[in-house]
């Protein structure tokens, strides 16, 4: 009976390695911040030991990843292998509701740009000496 010791890899290194951060100081800022939990903690630390089977959770993008470890990796390969060392277990967006017409984007309202009068009347509102 031999225990082999849990292979591990530091948290912002796999992070990069999974290209999940174009840097490892970018994946080490997040870390530090508090934005990566580790089976649900939360973690500040970005040397803290993760291997296979941990789950992580961590905001990108404007989406909350949740990923399982699957391998700790050797280096920051191609895409297909930074997709082999994590299983995506972020849910699907929901569809958008049927009366929802908002996009990302603001719309244009097809004023263009401000006329003297309504600059005039922008100054009026705000401080006369300040020309910002």
């Not at 996009?103 to 003297?116: C, E, M």
Request: charged residues 30%; positive net charge; glycine residues 8%.
């Amino acid at each position: 009976m031999t225990d082999q010791p849990k292979e591990t890899i530091r948290l912002d290194k796999w992070l990069w390695q999974a290209r999940f951060f174009r840097s490892r100081s970018l994946a080490a800022g997040m870390v530090s911040a508090g934005k990566v939990r580790v089976d649900g903690t939360p973690v500040s630390k970005p040397a803290r030991a993760v291997g296979p089977g941990d789950t992580l959770t961590f905001v990108k993008e404007r989406e909350t990843k949740v990923v399982r470890i699957i391998a700790c990796g050797t280096r920051r390969g191609p895409a297909p292998e930074a997709q082999a060392l994590y299983d995506d277990l972020t849910p699907a967006p929901a569809p958008p509701k049927p009366g929802d017409t908002r996009s990302a984007n603001p719309g244009f309202d097809g004023k263009g740009r401000p006329t003297k009068k309504d600059r005039r009347n922008l100054m009026s509102h705000r401080d006369a000496d300040d020309p910002f």
